[in-house]
Antibody, heavy 117, light 106 residues
């Protein structure tokens, strides 16, 4: 069965960077894209960006341009999301999701990133 | 930027029908998806391409999309359907989520 397993919770200071991993299994990794979505405490869902696992093409949300980088490692079927210059309002649960033609049909369990001094 | 607006809350009695709307400019020209999220859990896709159900999603979930409004309908609502629901669409090289609707089964 399809599984996306994310790395564990992180606590970071303002200005630092965080890198979250998302290891895929149960399907051909390069046949789908991966989107990243975040959810601040008590808030709604926010799309962060997308990466093609086939060729590494990316599309980032305008709001995060310049602070976010998404990559993949096809040898380990793992996607990564790095967010830099962290602020307190980046505190959120970060999700990876498999992109099946614009619909996200499988999601990781989420990674809580807390930004606090 | 593109916006999708949902009612903050919908209440429904068990066995009745719940309808959740998602409004956006010319939304009917785009594909809409719907996600269910229960507290402390990851979202689950319940409708894609306006009206298609992924495998494993009960038939009581259905969707439509026309004009400026997409609608998620839950027929014969069960207590287990109590959750937050989000619509999602693609516009101008960006995915957008709706504001979310909390469905309460009274």
């Amino acid at each position: 069965q399809v599984q996306l397993v994310q790395s564990g919770a992180e606590v970071k200071k303002p200005g630092a960077s965080v890198k979250v991993s998302c290891k895929a299994s149960g399907y051909t990794f390069t046949s789908y894209g991966i989107s990243w979505v975040r959810q601040a405490p008590g808030q709604g869902l926010e799309w962060m960006g997308w990466i093609s696992a086939y060729n590494g093409n990316t599309n980032y949300a305008q709001k995060l341009q310049g602070r976010v980088t998404m990559t993949t490692d096809t040898s380990t079927s793992t996607a990564y999301m790095e967010l830099r210059s962290l602020r307190s309002d980046d505190t959120a649960v970060y999700y990876c999701a498999r992109d099946s033609g614009g619909a996200w049909d499988n999601w990781g369990q989420g990674t809580l990133v807390t930004v606090s001094s | 930027s593109y916006e999708l607006t949902q009612p903050p809350s919908v209440s429904v009695s068990p066995g009745q029908t719940a309808s959740i709307t998602c409004s956006g400019d010319k939304l009917g020209d785009k594909y809409a998806c719907w996600y269910q999220q229960k507290p402390g859990q990851s979202p689950v896709l319940v409708i894609y391409q306006d009206s298609k159900r992924p495998s494993g999603i009960p038939e009581r979930f259905s969707g439509s999309n026309s004009g400026n409004t997409a609608t998620l309908t839950i027929s014969g609502t069960q207590a287990m359907d109590e959750a937050d629901y989000y619509c999602q669409a693609w516009d101008s090289s960006s995915f957008v989520f709706g504001t979310g609707t909390k469905v309460t089964v009274l």
